[in-house]
Every structure is written in structure tokens, then in C-alpha cells.
């Protein structure tokens, strides 16, 4: 039995190729929308059963392309975002002009529902533009679409993430490891395929008009993460508490790289925690729990970064 006709921004992230695996294995057809089809098709392609899966490229900021694109669509799921800023891909075009866009063109083609991903705890964090930019996305997506419903989750990880393989092959090289503000910020990590089938559940469920928050079973602090991706590694090194004049001055050098470690905006968001507020349902409250312990999900890719390892310095 065919499912739903579902349109994906940003399928080929780490989160996107896991939910369209799902989505696709449930029956429900898929049109991933890529920026670079010579660079992304042959990845996406690869991750849905053949005749459920499309590959299409598109500018997302033409509306006549993207009004075509929702053609026949029943549901729209949003999961471009960036960390940092470069060229004309600004928080602000990113997280809230193009999210302003789509919501309205579903709203025009009255599609069943849209799926946005933010992210948890961007409410506090009102000095960083990145939080802006995303409460900005949330407001314009509510007030365009009200079938849209909101997902903000922590640290998504994985073998494909951009968090503990970077820390690790940081962890792997340097001498001693920087902790912002002591290291006390709070997170909730949460797998990957459990971010995927938390949004499978949301379509299948048919659930609209709400902000959910997403978290992993744990909570835990900066750096005991960092504590347990040296355990895994097998590796000592000093943990070195950064003076917040030291820490500002290290991320406003190391932001200027083309892939930085760190920018000022970051470090105005580890001042907050990134664990559930209550304020909103979870993931908990709808009966889709994370079960996946951070540690034991790591360990099965950290030997990588072991001695001998593939990415072992």
C-alpha cells in the first residue's frame, strides 16, 4: 500500500538519510530536494527502496521552482540548518527566510502537514544570532501554516555527525581540550535513528501544531562527554578550563577558518543548556521514547579513533 507523497529539504544530512530509509521502507514516496545533484544524487539515491525515492535539484530560494516542487505533496519535512555562517547562507536565510517560504507555499497547495526542525533551547540563548534566526523561522512558520509542527532536538550523533567524530579527531591530536565555561553546559544526545523515528511517528501519527522537544535518556555535561570519548578512544588528556576572555578571543580567530572549531556565536550558546525545559511536549510525552544510551552508541564507531584505528593520529 503507497503512503504519503512527502517533499525533504536537506535529506542529505545525517538525519535525513536515516528518515528516508524509514520513509521509504514504510511505504511512503519521497522527493528529496538537493542544491547539487552531481554531489548528493548518488548518496540519496542510495538510501531509499527503488520506485520510492526521488532525487531532484533546485535553487530553494526560487519560488517558481520550489511552487512546482509541491505539486501533488502531502507533507513537507524541513531539515536544512547550518552552524555557522558563509556567504549568502546567513542564519537568517537559512532558519528563517527559507522556512518563511515553504510554510506559506503549504499553506497555498494546502498540503496535510510540515515538519521543521529547530533546535532545543535556542528560547534562553536571545545574545546568539543563530537562536534568533531560528525562533524567527518557528513564529513565521506558525503564523504562515498551522499544520506545522516543530521539532527541537539536542545533539543529534552518530558515525555521520559533525560532534563526536570532530571531537574525537580533536581529542586524538591535541595536547589538552578547551572547556568553555568549565564545561558545565548541559545536553541530552540523542541517536540519529531515533531522531528518524521520532518524525516517522510524527507522520504516520498525523500530529500538527506543536513544538516538540527531543532528548536521549541522559543528560550530561560537556565534559563528561568529552571524559567518556577519551575512554573510548583510549587516550589522557588535560582538560583545560578556558577564562571567558581566553575562550572569546580563541573563537573569534578560529571562527575565520572555513570550517571552524568554534565562532563567537557558539560560545554564547554553550552558556545554555540543551536539555528538555518542560515548557514543551517531548518526545517522552508522546509515547516515543530514546532508549539509546550515548556511551554504548558511541563505542560502536570510536574504535575508528583508537591506535590503529582508521582516524587514529
Known amino acids: 500500500m503507497?503512503?504519503?507523497?512527502?517533499?525533504?529539504?536537506?535529506?542529505?544530512?545525517?538525519?535525513?538519510?536515516?528518515?528516508?530509509?524509514?520513509?521509504?521502507k514504510n511505504n511512503h514516496l519521497v522527493t528529496v530536494v538537493t542544491r547539487n545533484l552531481h554531489q548528493k544524487g548518488v548518496i540519496l539515491k542510495t538510501?531509499?527502496?527503488?520506485?520510492?525515492?526521488?532525487?531532484?535539484?533546485?535553487?530553494?530560494?526560487?519560488?517558481?521552482?520550489?511552487?512546482?516542487?509541491?505539486?501533488?505533496?502531502?507533507?513537507?519535512i524541513n531539515l536544512v540548518g547550518i552552524l555557522y555562517q558563509k556567504k549568502k547562507n546567513?542564519?537568517?536565510?537559512?532558519?528563517?527566510?527559507?522556512?518563511?517560504?515553504?510554510?506559506?507555499?503549504?499553506?497555498?497547495?494546502?498540503?496535510?502537514?510540515?515538519?521543521?526542525?529547530?533546535?532545543?533551547?535556542?528560547?534562553?540563548?536571545?545574545?546568539?544570532?543563530y537562536a534568533i534566526s531560528k525562533l524567527n523561522g518557528e513564529k513565521n512558520i506558525f503564523n504562515n501554516f498551522s499544520k506545522s509542527t516543530i521539532l527541537r532536538p539536542s545533539i543529534v550523533y552518530s558515525v555521520d555527525d559533525n560532534f563526536t567524530t570532530s571531537m574525537m579527531s580533536l581529542l586524538s591530536i591535541l595536547p589538552f581540550f578547551p572547556l568553555y565555561y568549565a564545561g558545565?553546559?548541559?545536553?541530552?544526545?540523542?541517536?540519529?535513528?531515533?531522531?528518524?523515528?521520532?518524525?516517522?511517528?510524527?507522520?504516520?501519527?498525523?500530529?500538527?501544531?506543536?513544538?516538540?522537544?527531543?532528548?536521549?535518556?541522559?543528560?550530561?555535561?560537556?565534559?563528561?562527554?568529552?571524559?567518556?570519548?577519551?575512554?573510548?578512544?583510549?587516550?589522557?588528556?588535560?582538560l583545560l578550563p578556558l577564562p571567558l576572555i581566553i575562550a572569546k578571543i580563541s573563537a573569534a580567530l578560529l571562527e575565520k577558518f572555513p570550517r571552524p572549531l568554534i565562532t563567537m556565536d557558539q560560545l554564547k550558546l554553550l552558556k545554555y543548556d540543551n536539555i528538555l525545559n518542560k515548557e514543551n511536549k517531548s518526545n517522552f510525552?508522546?509515547?516515543?521514547?530514546?532508549?539509546?544510551?550515548?556511551?554504548?552508541?558511541?563505542?560502536?564507531?570510536?574504535?575508528?579513533?583508537?591506535?590503529?584505528?582508521?582516524?587514529?593520529?
Open 184 to 238: 558545565k553546559t548541559k545536553f541530552s544526545p540523542i541517536h540519529v535513528s531515533e531522531m528518524a523515528d521520532i518524525i516517522l511517528n510524527i507522520v504516520d501519527k498525523n500530529i500538527c501544531s506543536e513544538i516538540i522537544e527531543c532528548a536521549g535518556p541522559d543528560v550530561i555535561t560537556f565534559r563528561e562527554i568529552i571524559e567518556k570519548l577519551l575512554i573510548l578512544i583510549d587516550k589522557k588528556k588535560i
Open 47 to 76: 538510501q531509499g527502496n527503488p520506485g520510492y525515492l526521488e532525487v531532484v535539484e533546485a535553487n530553494i530560494f526560487d519560488e517558481k521552482q520550489l511552487n512546482n516542487l509541491f505539486e501533488n505533496k502531502d507533507i513537507c
Open 90 to 129: 546567513t542564519f537568517k536565510n537559512i532558519h528563517d527566510n527559507f522556512p518563511t517560504i515553504i510554510s506559506k507555499i503549504c499553506s497555498k497547495k494546502k498540503l496535510e502537514q510540515f515538519i521543521h526542525i529547530s533546535a532545543l533551547g535556542i528560547e534562553k540563548a536571545k545574545d546568539s544570532d
Open 285 to 313: 510525552d508522546l509515547g516515543i521514547k530514546s532508549e539509546l544510551k550515548f556511551e554504548d552508541e558511541v563505542k560502536k564507531y570510536a574504535y575508528m579513533w583508537k591506535k590503529g584505528g582508521q582516524y587514529s593520529r
Open 2 to 24: 503507497i503512503g504519503k507523497n512527502i517533499l525533504v529539504f536537506g535529506g542529505s544530512g545525517q538525519i535525513g538519510r536515516h528518515l528516508i530509509r524509514r520513509l521509504t
